[in-house]
């Protein structure tokens, strides 16, 4: 198993534009050889200031670096205090999203009133590889925001 480290929100504020889409955190592999990691777990929760009926589309999904959007950049977090610091980056609370979106990797619907983990075995991991972003990306069905806290936990190889 290779290192893993986490990408960490808290407290971001989605779109409130129905079927708008949001990436509220992001795994960001350089344009360099070597770089590239397997997204093992998802988690996303809602704050209680989020509307009682809100419905969310969750979804993973994955672009190259050529327009990556505009977003707060963050240092991924070993989960071994002992293990170097990533060759993958990390950004969240994006302002500008990334242009160049496919297919989604993994999606789910969720309600308000729920919270979301999910986790991959490495053989059945999305794969982040050289010059790619992979997004965790939410969609609001109807017209109001909601704030939102969790993670993303990667593993290089």
């Given at each position: 198993m290779g290192r893993q480290f986490a990408v960490s929100f808290r407290n971001v504020l989605?779109?409130?534009?129905a079927d708008a889409d949001t990436t509220i955190a992001a795994v960001i592999a350089a344009d360099t050889a070597g770089h590239?990691?397997?997204i093992r777990e998802i988690a996303l929760g809602f704050a209680d200031d989020?509307?009682?009926?809100?419905?969310?589309?969750?979804?993973?999904?994955?672009?190259?670096?050529?327009?990556?959007?505009?977003?707060t950049?963050?240092?991924?977090?070993?989960?071994?205090?002992?293990s170097l610091a990533s060759i993958i980056s990390?950004?969240?609370d994006y302002t500008a999203e990334p242009t160049t979106y496919g297919n989604p990797l993994w999606a789910?619907?969720?309600?308000?009133?729920?919270?979301?983990?999910?986790q991959w075995a490495p053989e059945d991991a999305p794969i982040c590889n050289r010059n790619e972003t992979i997004g965790l990306v939410t969609t609001p069905r109807t017209a109001a925001a909601a704030t939102m806290s969790g993670h993303i936990i990667f593993e290089e190889f």
């Open positions: 989605g779109d409130a534009v590239r990691c397997r989020a509307p009682a009926d809100l419905n969310m589309g969750v979804s993973l999904q994955r672009t190259d670096n050529t327009g990556a959007g505009t977003k950049p963050f240092t991924a977090v070993p989960l071994d205090s002992l990390g950004g969240i789910i619907e969720l309600h308000r009133q729920n919270s979301l983990i999910q």
